[in-house]
């Protein structure tokens, strides 16, 4: 037994990682720092859901999903318990190096995570800003505000799946999309 | 032994899988069918390289890299053998569902791959367009322009580092970075 235990080692030291939400005691989500080795699943540039929005400046967002919550998704069209997004917006320029037109991303300004732990949140899903620096977040005060929108018009479970392209075919396939405004 | 032997078979099961460059007998390249799987590097907007290019109707490309030469990027600031990097190419759009403005991506335009084999290319790496549906493809007719300019302007080994924000530090501090125009 003590040599098929030692000939597992670099076995495990190479498994997929498993990313799941980790807490501080007073209950602070700890920020993930390996989420670009996650799951891309799209890029917007200037996206805004409210009028009005400047284009002067705008900021790319890129999302992250866990690893195992993406291949859960891919076969039942749903997010399993403890999936994780990460939201990682970075400021945009243009003609840089030999680019002439268009923009392309720069530095990070923000993460936000949006989180599903059922045993947690009254409303399984809950929202953390990390800025730039944070190590830990509580969930943003506007919690409510994110829950309410998020729950109102995600055509999944509280995620804007309809912003996914790899994602919708799964989700209208698996009869799990919802239209929604 | 045998005990031994069927105990690591789960294990074998998880292990991360390694993407590497398959080629028919005549010599294409197929199209990896999993690159949304390996490491996102970045996202432009409308990007060219030529000047005056329109940006009425701006593309997205995401880039995409294996993970084995991710891992050897971040420990060396070099590219390693086998080395695949997927350019994929998406239209642009704006306003949909609860959107107002900026840009979000839609159905893919093209998908274009960049391969480092150097027992098989004399440059070392390879430029392929697979469009939006083929399986297998030759490397490009333009193969030396993608190679001159790759090759006068990549600011690591043949790729455009200097557009890949989480890995310009890497490079700079392994000292693989160029500076280029």
Redesign the interface.
């Known amino acids: 037994m003590p040599l098929?235990a030692l000939?597992?080692l670099p076995?495990?030291a190479?498994?997929?990682q498993v990313s799941e939400p980790q807490y501080t005691q007073d209950g602070q989500l700890r920020k993930p720092e390996n989420y670009?080795?996650w799951?891309?699943l799209?890029?917007?540039?200037?996206?805004?859901?409210?009028?009005?929005?400047s284009?002067s400046n705008?900021r790319?967002d890129?999302v992250?999903v866990t690893?195992q919550a993406?291949r859960s998704f891919m076969t039942n069209g749903t997010w399993p318990d403890k999936t994780m997004f990460v939201l990682e917006v970075?400021s945009?320029s243009s003609e840089?190096?030999?680019?002439?037109?268009?923009?392309?991303?720069?530095?990070?300004t923000g993460i936000e995570v949006e989180v599903k732990d059922t045993a947690r949140f009254p409303n399984k899903w809950a929202f953390f800003g990390f800025g730039t620096n944070a190590q830990t977040a509580r969930p943003t005060p506007d919690n409510a505000g994110c829950q309410a929108?998020h729950s109102k018009?995600g055509?999944v479970d509280n995620t804007?799946v309809?912003?996914y392209?790899?994602l919708i075919p799964v989700a209208k396939a698996k009869g799990t999309f919802r239209t929604?405004?």
Do not use: V, W
């Open positions: 098929f000939s597992l076995m495990l190479q498994s997929p670009r080795e799951i891309f799209t890029s917007g540039l200037g996206m805004s859901y409210g009028a009005g929005a284009a705008p790319f890129n992250f690893p993406y970075r945009s840089g190096s030999i680019n002439k037109a268009g923009h392309f991303q720069s530095d990070i929108c018009n055509a804007f309809q912003f392209p790899t929604t405004p």
